[in-house]
T-cell receptor, first 112, second 112 residues
């Protein structure tokens, strides 16, 4: 079955630590996205990538970094510079940017 | 910033009733999309309506778009308990590639 796999489902970060969230898709989609969702809120765009080896900042990129070395993979690193990282992180992909987005089941990040 | 605002924030109905959710937005759009999110899961795309369309149907879903009022509505007919979820509208602004802007969502509870 084609889809998007996010791992881990739950992640805990210590103060001053960087953590990396994994996102893999086998849908052969060009575009991939990272969103942050806070309780009772909509989604806010962190980073997006339209093609391999290229990515752009979204609305809330500070404290986050990404890479897109392979079409299938778009990992997100939450750095120690992100002072309020506790949230639900969602990865999505689309065939091209105009098409509807397909989502993974998210990673819930908490602070120890 | 949040482009779409859903109304109501929460809706509780009985099985068999219709559910109507509204979305208002601020700027000109290329298209508007509705997504569904079950608790603790990723979003699932429901329907996309383009700016030159006024109404679209998909199964028990009916979406309308009024660009003069910058608003859209999602109607779910003959609701089932399995329809319990949060529903989000997302807009793609005119002239901007890639970025979808999500609203804050309507939490729908369908009781037996």
């Amino acid at each position: 079955d084609g889809g998007i796999t996010q791992s881990p489902k739950y992640l805990f970060r210590k103060e001053g630590q960087n953590v990396t969230l994994s996102c893999e898709q086998n849908l052969n989609h060009d575009a991939m996205y990272w969103y942050r969702q806070d309780p009772g809120q909509g989604l806010r765009l962190i980073y997006y990538s339209q093609i391999v080896n290229d990515f752009q900042k979204g609305d809330i990129a500070e404290g986050y970094s990404v890479s897109r070395e392979k079409k299938e993979s778009f990992p997100l690193t939450v750095t120690s510079a992100q002072k309020n990282p506790t949230a639900f992180y969602l990865c999505a992909s689309s065939l091209v940017e105009e098409q509807p987005q397909h989502f993974g089941d998210g990673t819930r990040l908490s602070i120890l | 910033s949040q482009q779409g605002e859903e109304d109501p924030q929460a809706l509780s109905i009985q099985e068999g009733e219709n559910a109507t959710m509204n979305c208002s937005y601020k700027t000109s759009i290329n298209n508007l999309q509705w997504y569904r999110q079950n608790s603790g899961r990723g979003l699932v795309h429901l329907i996309l309506i383009r700016s030159n369309e006024r109404e679209k149907h998909s199964g028990r879903l009916r979406v309308t778009l009024d660009t003069s009022k910058k608003s859209s509505s999602l109607l779910i007919t003959a609701s089932r308990a399995a329809d319990t979820a949060s529903y989000f509208c997302a807009t793609r602004k005119t002239g901007t590639a890639s970025k979808l802007t999500f609203g804050t969502g309507t939490r729908l509870q369908v009781t037996l």
